[in-house]
């Protein structure tokens, strides 16, 4: 099945001549969802729906290619590039106000992870996944005692080390972006196949992963050596730490499994626009954290 | 009223009702929205609010009763644009959030 990478309408098997029609269409009525897309994948420059089916099928050919690949070049593309996303490029020597935004909205963003993996482990028949994202949720929520606290508690201990207080992060509602981001999560996680909610969760634990570069990527998620010596609090470089060291192995994992369990057909290209949809949410909410930083300032 | 040149072109010539995008140079789209006084083609609403809100913002941080031109240039990361009243010119860098409010804003006269 073909999905709409904007709002997952649903076409027919390798129906791109439909999907160009409906973003045509949807474009036309101004929607900044589909135009976004366009704008940021196919071209700025309007085409009609037959030219456009025609890059459509270019932009999704997998050309023999794993989808796990596919889904990293794309998602290089779009955080790694030439121009990466100021979240990352922020994060490389980060400021009280950069960390202390990514604490208050990621906390409302990993309680979302835990109930999106729960959907996931819910709706599967397949062992090997419901022990991942079980394994997943000890580590970003459960943590394993003393010696191994949680993300979501190292998070929180993270900006307790820049002078905020836990109750205040807990207390402040989400921005807008993050609100937006985490409803559409909830729905995919919910509603959509779960192999396909596992894609659009787990390709995103691709923005900590170190070994992007080797694959292309203009940078890393922050610069390693602060990770040693007193530039952050040791607070913080724990919890950079455990993404740093986990996510690596992890996010492949994770997209072997939606290789592994997206054979059937079309399931790919579902996954694909799947996958893309999510990317955008995520997009927005690492800027809202930036946003949320700027309250921190002077 | 304002005038504006989009972004990539780069070109000198005013144009008005050219079809791309005032903020970001995109052709998608058919909304037509009045600002200043002026008929300017947007995408999609977003980028309207986006305009919307420099050119308020740039009226509040020079006072100028209007902008009378508006270059834009960078990309959806970043953005900087370089106005004018008059004789006068500003200059900004500036990035928007999803909502196409302003999340940062930097300004200098000169
Ligand atoms: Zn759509
Ligand atoms: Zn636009």
Not at chain 1, 118 to 130: G, K, Q, Y
Not at chain 2, 34 to 58: D, M
Not at chain 2, 69 to 75: E, P
């Amino acid at each position: 099945m073909t999905k709409c990478p904007a709002c997952l309408e649903r076409f027919g098997l390798g129906d791109y001549s439909a999907l160009a029609a409906h973003l045509v269409a949807q474009a036309d009525a101004s929607d900044s969802g589909h135009v976004r897309w366009l704008n940021q994948n196919i071209s700025r420059q309007k085409m009609p729906a037959r030219e456009l089916e025609g890059r459509l099928r270019a932009f999704f050919d997998l050309e023999g290619k794993p989808v796990s690949v596919w889904i990293k070049d794309r998602f290089i593309q779009k955080f790694y590039g030439p121009t990466p996303h100021p979240f990352p490029v922020a994060l490389q020597h980060p400021s009280r106000a950069t960390l202390l935004g990514y604490v208050v909205e990621h906390q409302h963003f990993l309680r979302q992870w835990v109930r999106s993996c729960a959907f996931i482990m819910a709706r599967t028949d397949e062992p090997a996944v419901a022990r991942y994202e079980l394994d997943n949720l000890n580590t970003e929520f459960g943590g394993f005692g003393t010696p191994a606290p949680s993300h979501y508690e190292l998070l929180l201990r993270m900006g307790e080390s820049l002078g905020l207080d836990r109750a205040q992060i807990l207390a402040t509602p989400p921005l807008p972006s993050t609100a937006v981001g985490i409803r559409a999560w909830n729905r995919i996680a919910s509603e959509e196949p779960w192999v396909e909610a596992m894609a659009a969760m787990h390709s995103l634990e691709l923005i900590a992963n170190r070994e992007l570069v080797q694959h292309g990527a203009t940078l890393r998620y922050f610069d390693p050596r602060i990770l040693q010596g007193t530039e952050v609090t040791h607070e913080t470089q724990a919890f950079l730490r455990e993404g740093y060291e986990a996510d690596v192995g992890h996010s492949d994992e994770a997209l072997e499994l939606v290789e592994q369990f997206s054979t059937g057909p079309g399931q790919r290209e579902a996954v694909q626009a799947t996958f893309l949809r999510s990317a955008d949410l995520f997009d927005d909410y690492l800027v809202a954290r930036l946003e949320r930083g700027t309250q921190f300032e002077g | 009223m304002i005038t504006w040149l989009p972004g990539s072109n780069g070109g000198p010539s005013l144009k008005v009702n050219y079809t791309a995008c005032a903020i970001c140079d995109s052709s998608w789209g058919d909304l037509w929205e009045e600002v200043e006084g002026q008929r300017l083609f947007f995408c999609c609403e977003v980028c309207a609010v986006q305009f919307r809100n420099l050119v308020a913002r740039i009226k509040v941080e020079t006072g100028w009763p209007t902008v009378d031109r508006l270059t834009i240039a960078g990309d959806r990361r970043g953005r900087n644009a370089e106005a004018r009243h008059g004789p006068a010119i500003y200059r900004c860098e500036f990035a928007y959030n999803a909502q196409g409010g302003l999340r940062a804003f930097r300004g200098s006269t000169g």
